[in-house]
């Protein structure tokens, strides 16, 4: 708690604009910030995203499967889908998959992952509470606020290991290469401003 808490501080006091009616509930963050902070993850994002990362299937992360798996792979091939997909009447993917939330920059082609997640039941894990979605809507707001944009969507993965240990092994190696801002493991490298707007 007191990682999150102390994020607000690497931003500057005269950077924020604050509304006079709720000074703590209804914070401002100008829109040069949030690019800034946007272009940060991007910096770091975007080689991957070109060069299709390579390397994430470690053949000794599937010991029953193939070798043949070790592939080139990037997120951006994978079907974007709204948010909301879980209330659609068929589930479009099932079983088990490494998750990715994103978020397109309006007027780039820019895309940042904003978080990665596993999951042993890809139609059923982003129902109901989750974190993350408690991050993105604050990183929504934020941004109409500052009349920006979000263009957010999900992308599932499951050409990936059953056993959930495999799976994990996997999902915290993409975590540890693409740093998401909104997973914990990362939320303090990139100073997340939205996400110390939760308590």
């Known amino acids: 708690m007191k990682k999150l808490e102390r994020q607000y501080n690497l931003f500057n006091n005269n950077d924020l604009d604050f509304s006079e009616k ?39 992360l599937f010991e029953s499967i193939s070798e ?36 397109k920059i309006i007027n780039s082609e820019e895309n940042i992952i904003l978080y990665i997640g596993e999951t042993i039941s890809a139609e059923k894990r982003w129902k109901g509470e989750h974190d993350c979605k408690n991050y993105l809507s604050s990183y929504s707001d934020t941004l109409q606020k500052a009349n920006m944009t979000p263009k957010l ?32 493991e990362t939320r303090g490298i990139w100073a997340t401003p939205f996400t110390s707007q939760i308590s």
């Open 153 to 184: 969507n999900i992308r599932f993965w499951l050409d990936v290991p059953i056993k959930t240990k495999e799976r994990r092994k996997l999902e915290q190696k993409l975590i540890q290469t693409w740093l998401p801002p909104f997973n914990k």
């Open 68 to 103: 043949e798996l070790n592939v080139t792979f990037n997120p951006i091939q994978l079907t974007p889908l709204p948010l909301s997909f879980w209330r659609w009447p068929k589930a479009m993917h099932q079983g088990p998959a490494v998750y990715f939330v994103m978020d």
């Open 22 to 60: 709720n000074l703590l509930q209804d914070v401002y963050i100008q829109k040069e910030i949030i690019k800034e902070w946007q272009e940060k993850v991007i910096n770091h994002q975007s080689p991957f995203f070109k060069s299709n990362y390579k390397d994430v299937t470690q053949p000794s």
